[in-house]
């Protein structure tokens, strides 16, 4: 009998919840056969879309919910009792779902029935993706509250991806993915048994409902076989370390996005062979084939996809499912010796990586002590110099440059914007809903919700009536940072092993030459402003300006215009870069500009770095930015030598 194919997905959702709605229903009616929820960072941060650190970044790299009414307008149409919705959604996973069931209760939908998954990985968020928000102690039993409800109430969700995927585009190697991940989902399952509110059986339940969300990039061969390692591995760990007996329970259950920190701004056409590629990985093996699948679009390099793009994303997956004979066949990697020898490599140096990570205490403690986040960095800055000196190629990036203009590519319209008012609105949203409902239910709910954080009482009740009274978003997260307080992770950037030569000296002498003419060192603030999270670019920029000679102010993610305009005053920075991912970056820079001449520093030259289209590239030149630079500018070294340029032009200028 032809196996069935897996669920069809593909990430989504952007601006406002009725567009987002449409988005889906389009996606649904071409064949799409299950949700991925996109959601903006204010969502995922837990801020209404009215905080100062929620400027620019509304509606930008998903949907904006603020309330009951979004999430209703969200699935308005999708029958909720039908579908399969994933919600990429981490440190308010809790509030998002408490959000969708309190939907599902409104249409009568029985909670059992509800399919699904919550991300609900907060590891992974300290170490690549930033949308954490309270210490590691307290995420872990928001983590443990939405496993232990769902179990009891919501049998067929998933309660959590143990995610993976983060790790890969924070620079992971395949042995770091299978053991970074394995030992999040180690931390996660022995603060499940330690709570003592399971017993053997429900235990068995809470392991079954546990999945995967993975990376596959292009060495096709070694990540076919890291699946195969993953899905090995986890049956030895839950039978093993946990006696867990039915093997139902033990499987190893995966969704995939296939990798996007390969996708080149260069060529981006040549992204649609690089998707097609990885997703053999996954999808080649029957005993380690993906669930659910869903693909980045070619040109998400460029910026955010628009519907075509994620059509053609969408049709990729059909034509495989439909098309081949994919289904008809048993494995036909079984009884391969290369395959079977890899597998065996792979997962060797996973275990021994595991007992490190379990000798220093665990995968909470390996965050705490910048362990896992420092290797990460140092992996990613293995790998950029390997892109860099050619060692590893990128076609159309490092080598086979020349080509043709591309006609995908061309015109403003190749991407998707978001247009300006989205936020504007969504802020009138938000304060007519604040206006329309009963405050003192609200505010009677939110004691309740902080009452049950202080306790010890699972989260989830408190939350759906919370969700029900008309709490926001920014309320439920204002409460739970009263009770919880707030976490900034390590960067890892302090502890990362040095940069070798690689081209540096040349740069380093400069860095001589010109802090000499300064009379002190270059100084050098590399600023995440807003939320975005996704701190690599930031991490490895400063790793390398360090280890040019310069002298490094980074602080981390997360950070408003007024707090980077005030450390560079303090610190009396030479040249500030900014790193912004999320599409915010017109807004953010504008802002932090004006800050930066009312408090005198405008002789400061400002770079900033990101996904930035050609069209904001002139917007933002024009609004004084010194350099722009967007992934097609790989080389860092040649970077580290323009913005020593760019400091030496300004202390001329200066004099």
């Not at 029958?79 to 409104?106: F, K, Q, R």
């Not at 969300?213 to 090995?232: D, P, S």
């Not at 080598?399 to 978001?418: H, K, N």
């Not at 590239?617 to 070294?637: D, I, M, Q, S, W």
Request: hydrophobic residues 45%; glycine residues 8%.
């Amino acid at each position: 009998m032809r196996d069935k194919p897996w669920i069809f997905r593909t990430y989504a959702g952007h601006s406002a919840a009725a567009e987002s709605n449409a988005l889906y229903r389009k996606n649904l009616a071409k064949g799409q056969t299950g949700l991925s929820v996109a959601f903006d960072l204010p969502t995922q941060t837990g801020y209404d879309c009215d905080h100062a650190l929620a400027k620019g970044e509304v509606g930008k790299v998903g949907v904006a919910i603020s309330h009951l009414g979004d999430m209703r307008a969200l699935f308005a149409g999708i029958p909720l009792g039908e579908m399969n919705t994933s919600m990429t959604i981490n440190a308010t996973a809790a509030w998002l779902l408490a959000l969708y069931i309190a939907v599902a209760d409104e249409e009568g939908v029985d909670r059992r029935a509800l399919q699904g998954t919550t991300q609900n990985d907060i590891i992974k968020e300290y170490l690549s993706r930033g949308t954490y928000v309270f210490p590691p102690a307290p995420s872990m039993r928001l983590t443990k509250d939405v496993i232990l409800f769902t179990t009891a109430e919501l049998p067929k969700w998933n309660p959590m991806n143990v995610c993976s995927y983060h790790l890969q585009e924070a620079g992971a190697t395949p042995v770091q993915e299978l053991a970074f991940a394995l030992a999040t989902a180690i931390a996660v399952l022995d603060t499940v048994k330690a709570s003592g509110e399971v017993d053997t059986e429900t235990f068995g339940n809470v392991v079954g409902r546990i999945s995967f969300f993975v990376n596959a990039g292009l060495k096709f061969i070694t990540e076919l076989c890291k699946m195969r390692a993953f899905a090995e591995l986890w049956d030895e760990i839950t039978a093993e370390r946990y006696g867990v007996s039915d093997a139902k329970h033990r499987l190893f259950r995966y969704g995939v996005q296939v990798n996007s920190l390969g996708l080149t701004e260069q060529q981006p056409e040549n992204n649609v062979y690089r998707i097609l590629l990885e997703t053999l990985a996954v999808t080649l093996s029957k005993r380690a084939r993906a669930r659910a699948v869903q693909l980045p679009a070619w040109n998400e390099a460029l910026g955010l996809p628009r519907p075509w793009d994620q059509q053609w994303s969408l049709r990729l997956q059909q034509v495989l499912a439909y098309e081949t004979d994919l289904f008809d066949y048993a494995d036909i990697f079984d009884g391969s010796t290369v395959i079977a020898e890899k597998v065996a490599e792979l997962k060797r140096e996973a275990k021994a990586e595991l007992a490190r990570i379990d000798a220093m205490g665990g995968a909470v403690t390996a965050v705490e002590t910048s362990y896992m986040k420092q290797k990460l960095v140092e992996s990613n800055a293995r790998r950029l110099g390997a892109i860099e000196r050619g060692e590893q190629v990128v076609v159309g990036v490092n080598q086979f440059v020349e080509t043709e203009p591309s006609p995908l590519a061309a015109g403003t319209e190749a991407i998707l914007t978001v247009p300006e008012q989205v936020e504007t609105e969504q802020i009138a949203r938000l304060q007519a809903w604040r206006e329309r409902r009963d405050a003192r239910a609200t505010a009677a709910e939110l004691d309740a919700l902080k009452a049950a954080a202080q306790q010890g009482r699972n989260i989830m009740p408190a939350s759906i009536a919370c969700a029900k009274a008309g709490v926001t978003t920014g309320e439920w997260g204002a409460a739970l940072r009263e009770v919880f307080g707030e976490y900034r992770a390590p960067t890892g950037v302090a502890g990362a092993a040095a940069h070798p030569g690689d081209g540096l000296d040349r740069v380093r002498a400069e860095v001589e030459r010109v802090s000499r003419k300064l009379g002190r060192r270059i100084k050098f603030l590399v600023g995440k402003p807003g939320l975005d999270g996704h701190s690599n670019g930031a991490e490895q920029i400063a790793v390398r300006a360090r280890d040019a000679g310069m002298e490094v102010v980074y602080e981390g993610i997360r950070l408003t215009p007024a707090e980077i305009v005030n450390a560079a005053l303090e610190e009396g920075v030479h040249v500030v870069g900014l790193s912004i991912l999320s599409g915010s970056h017109v807004p953010l820079v504008k802002d932090i500009v004006a800050r930066m001449r009312e408090a005198g520093l405008d002789d400061v030259p400002l770079v900033v770095g990101g996904i930035i289209p050609p069209e904001d590239e002139r917007l933002l030149k024009a609004a004084g930015v010194a350099a722009v630079y967007t992934p097609r500018h790989f080389e860092l070294n040649r970077i580290m030598a323009d913005i020593v340029r760019i400091v030496d032009a300004g202390a001329a200028k200066a004099a």
